[in-house]
């Protein structure tokens, strides 16, 4: 069944910072169910103050942001930077794949036996159900990245945001995530932040280039001089087996981002 | 032996101390550990010592100071965690300037007050054998609380202190559970400072459960834990301070910090031994 996009979450004209300094200036962007869209800018361009409105963490100055929920599932599943988790926190990881589902399970009591069986599914499909009873200092950052997908999917999203999922991970996972994410578009839509433009040209359908304000490009097609007009200042590492489409200049500046 | 213990134990203010002493292990447990985990540590010292700010205030003014101190820490605490969210300041910085400035206000009151302030070394001291009947109805109240507090939000408290940005997506009440805990550490530490004074009040809140960590990687034991650990250190260390008729505060801290150290060597050599065998 193929069904009419539907609009999920909106982003009317929103101005947004921190204090007094403002990051995103007059934005708007419409995440519609089927959405694959890929958030490219420079560091500092407002990638992150984007998500955070998205995610509410932060109110925007002027401008709003709208929540279309619909069905049971939750709207948003999130995947922030796995540099945001504190690695000697101690928690388990089954604990944490749970903790996708607080909303549902309300503020008090704890998860039924059915939540449970959902987190395990979750944790097979990606290859970490032998490890759900380890602290999460004990994994690798592949194995972190994996159970901090599964606490997003576990709500049954319609949105999935991801902020640079490839980072840590190691380049086998990374094809797989892909592949995945692939999948998964199929039953949601999906907003992904990514430095890597080679995979974000093979995978997701559509561009937002950030850069103080948004310019949303149509395709997953891109050229440099698209991306000047765009004041989208982008530098690009080629590697690993994915098709590019793009190839801008190699910027040391930018090396550190890309650990495989 | 056995008539040396009873003895102990006949002794009101005795009774008195070890009744306080399951209180606080169990505030200090909790609370402690959540500090701990959530990296507040700097933060409680400055709260710590912003109250005696309070403390010196209501000394002047002729008021309990242990409401004065309550006030302070209450407000900073509330200050501090606004400013965590708002993130317009650095936090360590807020927290360096409000811990020396409420010191600050502390001396310059007490200093004004007319006559001898025999009472304010036990503020920075403390002394769990002169603990009054009403400080250990505070201590209850407080321990109720904590506990009410912990059994019914543990999953929200643990995941907001884990990524308090995906809380946020969960919907779960951020900001709510984050006050409230900024709420009840302030009255953890100004409950406390009766038992072991201002300057040692940190050592409480993070030794127990540090020791808890060495042993366990989990939320909910290191909180359990640490309040037996807490338990037995301050039992202790009340018992040799009686004993050795030195200052019960500082014996219990150099009691927690005696187990942290047998607890951190034998982690130390078991991994040694593991290492070798691999």
């Not at chain 1, 561009?207 to 395709?219: D, P, R």
């Not at chain 2, 008195?16 to 959540?34: C, E, K």
Request: aromatic share 10%.
């Amino acid at each position: 069944m193929i069904n009419q996009p539907e609009k999920l979450i909106e982003v009317v004209n929103v101005t947004a910072g921190y204090g007094k300094n403002i990051v995103l200036r007059n934005v708007s962007l419409t995440i519609n169910t089927n959405d694959f869209i890929g958030i490219i800018g420079p560091n500092g361009g407002g990638k992150t103050t984007l998500i955070k409105l998205i995610i509410g963490q932060l109110k925007p100055f002027s401008g709003e942001v709208i929540f279309h929920t619909k069905g049971n599932g939750s709207l948003i599943g999130y995947l922030p930077q796995a540099s945001q988790i504190d690695k000697n926190f101690p928690v388990s990881v089954k604990e944490v794949v749970l903790s996708g589902l607080l909303e549902k399970k309300g503020l008090f009591g704890g998860y039924s036996r059915q939540q449970k069986g959902i987190a395990l599914d979750l944790m097979k499909r990606v290859g970490i159900d032998h490890l759900q009873n380890k602290s999460i200092g004990q994994l690798s950052g592949g194995q972190l990245q994996r159970a901090l997908l599964c606490r997003a999917l576990i709500s049954d999203p319609q949105v999935l945001i991801l902020d640079e999922p490839n980072t840590y991970v190691d380049s086998k996972f990374e094809g797989e995530l892909y592949e995945m994410l692939r999948k998964l578009n199929e039953q949601m839509a999906i907003l992904m932040v990514s430095h890597d433009l080679g995979t974000i040209t093979t995978y997701v359908k559509t561009i937002a280039c950030v850069n103080g304000t948004l310019f949303y490009h149509q395709s997953n097609q891109i050229t440099n001089e698209q991306l000047a007009a765009y004041n989208c200042p982008i530098q690009i590492i080629a590697h690993g087996p994915v098709p590019h489409t793009v190839l801008l200049d190699h910027s040391k500046e930018n090396q550190h981002n890309h650990q495989h | 032996m056995l008539e040396t213990v009873t003895q102990f134990f006949r002794y009101t203010f005795i009774q008195n101390a070890l009744l306080a002493a399951v209180l606080l292990s169990v505030i200090t447990g909790f609370i402690g550990s959540y500090i701990v985990v959530r990296r507040l540590v700097f933060l409680s010292g400055g709260i710590t010592h912003a109250s005696f700010g309070g403390i010196g205030i209501a000394w002047y003014l002729g008021l309990n100071p242990i409401l004065g101190a309550s006030v302070f820490s209450v407000l900073s605490a509330l200050g501090l965690e606004y400013l965590s969210q708002g993130r317009t300041l650095r936090e360590d910085s807020a927290i360096g300037m409000l811990w020396s400035f409420g010191m600050a206000v502390g001396i310059l009151f007490v200093f004004l007050t007319p006559g001898y302030a025999p009472n304010l070394m036990s503020f920075l001291f403390g002394s769990i054998l002169t603990i009054s009947k009403t400080d250990i109805l505070l201590l209850l109240i407080l321990a109720g609380l904590t506990l009410l507090f912990f059994v019914a939000f543990y999953y929200p408290i643990l995941f907001v202190a884990f990524d308090s940005d995906f809380a946020k997506t969960q919907n779960v009440p951020v900001k709510f559970i984050g006050y409230s805990l900024a709420i009840l550490i302030a009255l953890s530490i100004v409950f406390a400072i009766r038992a072991v004074g201002i300057i040692l009040i940190i050592s409480l809140l993070t030794i127990p459960a540090n020791i808890a960590n060495i042993v366990s990687h989990r939320f909910k034991k290191i909180i359990l834990l640490s309040t037996l650990i807490s338990l037995i250190s301050i039992v202790a260390g009340i018992a040799i301070s009686f004993k050795l008729n030195v200052p019960s505060g500082a014996t219990i801290i150099i009691t927690m910090m005696a187990f942290y150290l047998i607890a951190k060597s034998i982690q130390i050599i078991r991994q040694r031994i593991f290492t070798m065998q691999v």
